[in-house]
């Protein structure tokens, strides 16, 4: 695969980004595609390695290691090196239908996971999937492509994320009549209205879209499933029903003051900045006024790097941002080998820019929020913090962050933005429909399987498996794709 001695011969070399002080002058990607000639030297230096765990997509120590999609990586890694454009494309759309999402927001558990990764750096294997679907595009390589039998039998899908649009995906291929439902007033759901424009731009999205509308997929927006249109509508009207709502509880913080004035979830706030910038270029302020103010973000993720970002685009004049957990070690430990997922520090686009700007690390690790303070008028002016300490739990023997007394500290705020995760389904949903929920509040289904105590209807994606990555929730689609499929037809020959 590639170059035998390519990892040897070239260096790693990914695709150059804007300087922070520039890119956070907009909201647009500010990643550079390296030329054709440096991406083929990039696939060069995927490995003849034996083993290719970069596609393993694996559980390994309770984190994923290589691709869920198992994504044929060292296959079109070696077709791109070797120029067969072409057919790195056709691999490339066997396993994932959406590289064009994965290529801008997947952490890459399959870097992770490359063998290269033991020695050196990994094979740029995220930026070489762009590279490929990004050519396809522009050579007019992606065409709408309907299915020439159709089967009459008629799926409903309630939810436009990337678990909906992958099953939408594959059963039209197979010849059903897909109509997915979406609640809000655009197609994309956690890619649309969770991830901001930076990292996946609007128009990438509706590029796809677009795609699946010519090959007979109905998408019907503003519809709120029990309000716009009752479960048993859809239950009547046709054959099955695949639920993949995402898992849209966000986590709250219960801390005396929580109803002061200037606390929003992060998923809220960061859907208002979204639907602000594509209706009227933020003319229209739809999300809270952040320019001046002093933001501290409560979660150490991805959503709350999102959040970060956003707001120093928004003109904040300072960000924090609070993490429960210890600060990572910057290399691995000994109890993290490879390929297991490495617990090492990252710092992402938002840190950098918040370095850049305010001149240190926004991040304060083992801190959580005591209390929020607030004015005599109910307005947040800023938040009592206490450090915390990983200690073992004397029933369980799991180790757990404890308060440590006598550590509170108090700092100013005009804004606090809580994007300390999801806790499951809207039981909402789960009652309209009358499926079961499990201990997790995820829809409840055996275990492998997909289909809900209810027997036509199915579940994918974070509202079955909880709160997760891309590339799980398009791998989960799939997989319920396929069950559909045969519960439909009597058996499956979707891949």
């Given at each position: 695969m590639g170059k035998p001695t390519g990892f040897m011969e070239y260096e790693r070399k990914g695709n150059p980004a804007l300087e922070p002080l520039e890119r956070i002058q907009n909201f647009k990607e500010f990643h550079i595609l390296l030329s054709m000639e440096e991406r083929k030297s990039q696939g060069a230096r995927c490995m003849d390695c034996g083993v290719p765990f970069c596609q393993s997509g694996v559980i390994l120590n309770g984190m994923a290691s290589g691709c869920p999609l198992n994504n044929l990586i060292p296959e079109w890694n070696d077709l791109l090196y070797h120029g067969n454009m072409e057919e790195a494309l056709d691999r490339l759309l066997k396993t994932n239908n959406f590289p064009e999402f994965t290529s801008r927001v997947c952490p890459s558990p399959c870097e992770a996971a490359c063998t290269c990764n033991l020695v050196n750096n990994p094979v740029s294997i995220k930026e070489n999937e762009m590279g490929i679907i990004e050519y396809g595009y522009q050579q007019g390589l992606i065409k709408a492509n309907p299915p020439k039998v159709r089967t009459g039998k008629r799926v409903a899908i309630v939810g436009s994320g990337p678990a909906g649009l992958a099953a939408a995906d594959l059963l039209n291929r197979r010849g059903h009549l897909i109509t997915v439902y979406e609640r809000y007033d655009r197609i994309g759901g956690l890619l649309m209205y969770g991830i901001p424009n930076m990292k996946l731009e609007k128009h990438i999205i509706d590029r796809k879209i677009n795609l699946m509308k010519e090959e007979g997929i109905t998408f019907v927006?503003?519809?709120?499933?029990?309000?716009?249109?009752?479960?048993?509508?859809?239950?009547?009207?046709?054959?099955?029903?695949?639920?993949?709502?995402?898992?849209?509880?966000?986590?709250?913080?219960?801390?005396?003051?929580?109803?002061?004035?200037?606390?929003?979830?992060?998923?809220?706030?960061?859907?208002?900045?979204?639907?602000?910038?594509?209706?009227?270029?933020?003319?229209?302020?739809?999300?809270?006024?952040?320019?001046?103010?002093?933001?501290?973000?409560?979660?150490?993720?991805?959503?709350?790097?999102?959040?970060?970002?956003?707001?120093?685009?928004?003109?904040?004049?300072?960000?924090?941002?609070?993490?429960?957990?210890?600060?990572?070690?910057?290399?691995?430990?000994?109890?993290?080998?490879?390929?297991?997922?490495?617990?090492?520090?990252?710092?992402?686009?938002?840190?950098?820019?918040?370095?850049?700007?305010?001149?240190?690390?926004?991040?304060?690790?083992?801190?959580?929020?005591?209390?929020?303070?607030?004015?005599?008028?109910?307005?947040?002016?800023?938040?009592?913090?206490?450090?915390?300490?990983?200690?073992?739990?004397?029933?369980?023997?799991?180790?757990?962050?404890?308060?440590?007394k006598g550590s509170e500290q108090e700092l100013s705020a005009d804004l606090v933005l809580l994007a300390a995760g999801f806790l499951g389904t809207q039981d909402e949903i789960a009652k309209e429909f009358d499926v079961k929920l499990n201990e997790r509040s995820n829809v409840e289904t055996e275990q492998g399987s997909y289909q809900t105590s209810k027997k036509n209807v199915f579940t994918a994606g974070d509202m079955h498996r909880g709160q997760s990555l891309v590339v799980w929730a398009i791998h989960e689609g799939r997989e319920a794709a396929k069950q559909v499929d045969e519960y439909l037809m009597g058996y499956t020959n979707l891949i």
């Open positions: 927006v503003n519809t709120e499933i029990g309000k716009d249109i009752k479960a048993a509508q859809l239950l009547k009207e046709y054959d099955s029903v695949i639920l993949a709502c995402g898992a849209s509880k966000p986590r709250d913080i219960t801390a005396p003051g929580r109803d002061a004035k200037g606390i929003y979830f992060a998923v809220d706030f960061l859907r208002s900045v979204t639907k602000s910038l594509l209706d009227s270029e933020l003319k229209e302020k739809l999300y809270p006024e952040v320019k001046g103010k002093k933001v501290i973000v409560i979660g150490g993720g991805d959503t709350g790097n999102d959040c970060v970002g956003t707001s120093i685009r928004l003109g904040a004049k300072s960000v924090l941002q609070l993490e429960m957990m210890p600060k990572p070690s910057k290399e691995r430990m000994a109890s993290n080998p490879w390929p297991e997922w490495p617990k090492v520090l990252k710092t992402d686009y938002g840190q950098e820019e918040a370095i850049a700007v305010f001149g240190n690390d926004p991040r304060i690790f083992e801190t959580t929020v005591k209390e929020f303070k607030k004015d005599k008028d109910g307005k947040l002016i800023g938040v009592i913090t206490i450090k915390l300490e990983q200690k073992q739990d004397k029933k369980t023997g799991r180790m757990i962050m404890q308060p440590i």
